[in-house]
């Protein structure tokens, strides 16, 4: 099993260094179209960089295209999220060409194509004993709770396909889950929350029951 294991995480870290070398070969034309839409559009920083929790919580610094105006009140304070993404930016998100800088990430060895997604190094502290096994694998761009609902679903059910991927995981789920991305993308289905732009962030629930879950 340990052997297995050992494999699996070779395999997958070798694909991962190596598809991600070419991709971002491949899509250069493409980031520097998106690169120039964007300072035409939302003006510098072209790229949104952000601290996130890596592998067993680590921190490491995240690329992605920006997709928000920086827009502040009265006061001089930052806007809400909601108040700061254009129709530009929500086109970038929905068809995930907000992603394409992270593939760095991949070449680095931040994060995997295929994990729990990212997030806030804030969130650590919120997680429960069960939760933080998320932390326990890469994170990736895409992964179970992506192709599963995206951001329709709530913050447990997200946390729970996470933890269900890592008991699972193997080449063929995440070959089944690259697969269903495509599909999860060009379908542009659970790209926000119901009657909401931005995912509301998390406060730290508890742990599903998987009898209970749907």
């Not at 997958?12 to 493409?30: E, N």
């Not at 599903?208 to 879950?213: C, E, G, I, T, V």
Request: hydrophobic share 45%.
């Amino acid at each position: 099993m340990l052997i297995k294991k050992i494999s699996y995480n070779f395999f997958k870290d070798f694909i991962d260094r190596i598809l991600s070398f070419f991709l971002l070969i491949i899509l250069s034309p493409l980031m520097f179209l998106l690169a120039f839409l964007i300072y035409i559009k939302l003006g510098k920083p072209i790229v949104f960089c952000h601290y996130r929790a890596g592998l067993y919580g680590k921190p490491f610094l995240l690329f992605k295209f920006r997709t928000m105006e920086n827009k502040y009140n009265s006061n001089g304070q930052l806007l809400p999220d909601e108040d700061r993404l254009t129709k530009f930016g929500n086109l970038l998100r929905s068809t995930s060409l907000d992603e394409i800088p992270s593939l760095i990430n991949v070449l680095k060895g931040d994060m995997s194509f295929i994990g729990p997604r990212p997030l806030l190094l804030d969130y650590v502290d919120l997680y429960t004993k069960e939760q933080r096994i998320r932390l326990s694998v890469k994170p990736g761009i895409s992964g179970l709770a992506q192709v599963k609902g995206r951001n329709s679903i709530s913050w447990n059910e997200r946390f729970l396909f996470d933890i269900n991927y890592v008991k699972n995981r193997s080449l063929l789920l995440d070959f089944k889950i690259v697969i269903n991305t495509f599909w999860t993308v060009i379908s542009r289905k659970g790209i926000s929350p119901k009657d909401k732009p931005i995912m509301d962030a998390f406060t730290g629930e508890k742990d599903l029951d998987p009898s209970d879950f749907i």
